[in-house]
């Protein structure tokens, strides 16, 4: 998961338990407050027009009155107004809801109706219960009509729940609404803060990536925060310390590769004078030969060297063509120890991202061993393919490595039970060939163990090269 991924659900985490943290406890109390500011509403309505219709003996003076102002009260209220005699039936005087003149008088005081009966009792009642008519609760207020001490009629509001609860929920999502865009506009600052923060590391990575890679050109940018800046500074400095080191290296390589090997030559003239006589010297023969084990083990040692520095540019080269090169150079050798040499290579080039010269290094060490290894008679064979880059294939029907040496084929100077009776050779081949392809970020493996050997090596394609697969 990327750091910008990271910080983004660290910071939505917390936003949302903000958010929930104050929507909920701001919904519960805007709820509270909606609901009993609704029921004081209705109270505060019943009572005064309970208060209007009070006075006289008839609630509203006269039946054609009342109506007129039930009606006028029930276009103002969001409720239904009822209102009732003063009898122990408490019948139906007028109701906002019915359009008739003259309602038949229907006994209220029923035990369906509580509040009708505390009412005509001189007692206020406000209080919410189930309606078998509208099948739901039902918020109900009712207020005596006095004339004086004597309860003359009772005035009755009343209003389905789910009309109140209508109201609470469209608070709710106006709450709900409200947090959700706090949370789109917090995420958006995050995200904007992540991506602040994440690019200056996504530039140290990349850097990082180049400097693998062997460009040593690379440098970070040093922005952003003070700790992320002090990152791309030391990571600049160890930049330039380690350009410093490989450039030292390279030079201490080529140094090396003209002093070591000018008194080797100087050596080897004078013993093949030696050896030439007269008299012809043997030991002056027997040294020569070593001084040419000498040669060919500083020469190794020097392609080791040059081997564990990363290359400071992309390249590429031609495995179809340096696999033909090879072959050209090693039939003569192979047919002179009476074996047989095989190519097989494609047509078409077979580009890869190494160097020319190193790939020609990997081919010659590779065939010479098989040659080396192989009885007279034996088949020597390179096989070039292309599968996502290059592969070559070299194989021989020498003795084979032993299963339990395979492991160690590729240590320095590990020559196995099948090298120890050849004479003459480094130890180093396989090493070299092994460490050359990790140079391109290649690979090296050993393949069927066993009778013969088996080795393929792997170069990746070209730099924005994407190969396809042969079938």
Known sequence: MTLRRRLLLAFAYLLVLIVVALAIPLGVTVDR????????RIGTQAQVIASSLGG?????????????????YGRQVDARIIVTDGSSQGNLLAD???????????PYNTPGRPEIGAALQGQPVQLIRHSADLGGDLLVVAYPVRSGQEVVGTVRLSQPMAQVDA???????????????????????AWALATSLAHPLRSLAG???????GDLSARAETTGPPDVAAIGIELNRMAAELTALLDAQSEFIANASHQMRTPLTGLRLRLEALAAGPPPDAEAEAALREVDRMSDLVADLLVLARAGVPPRSATSSDLTEQARAAADRWRPVAE???????????ERPVPVGADPSDVAIV??????????????????????????GGVVRVSDDGPGIHPTEASRVFD????????????????LGLTIVHDLAARWSGSVELESPGRGTHIAVRFPPPDGVTEIAEP
Do not use: C, H
Not at 96 to 106: C, E, Q, Y
Not at 336 to 346: H, Y
């Open 167 to 189: 109201r609470v929920r469209r608070s709710w999502e106006a709450i709900a609404a409200v947090a959700a865009v706090v949370a789109i506009v917090g995420l958006a600052v």
């Open 96 to 106: 906002s809801d019915d359009t008739d003149a003259r309602p038949p008088l229907v």
């Open 56 to 72: 006289s003996e008839t609630p509203g003076r006269s039946l054609g009155n009342l109506r007129r102002v039930v009606s006028t």
């Open 336 to 346: 002179d120890r009476g074996q047989t040499f095989s190519l097989e290579a494609p």
């Open 207 to 213: 850097t990082a990536e180049r400097l693998a890679q």
């Open 363 to 388: 081919l010659d060490n590779l065939i010479e061993n098989a040659i080396v290894y192989s009885p007279s008679g034996s088949t020597v064979s390179v096989a070039v393919a292309q599968n996502g």
């Open 33 to 40: 407050r909606a609901k009993d500011a609704f029921y004081s």
């Open 412 to 427: 320095r100077f590990f020559r196995g039970k099948a090298g120890s009776g050849v004479p003459g050779g480094t130890g």
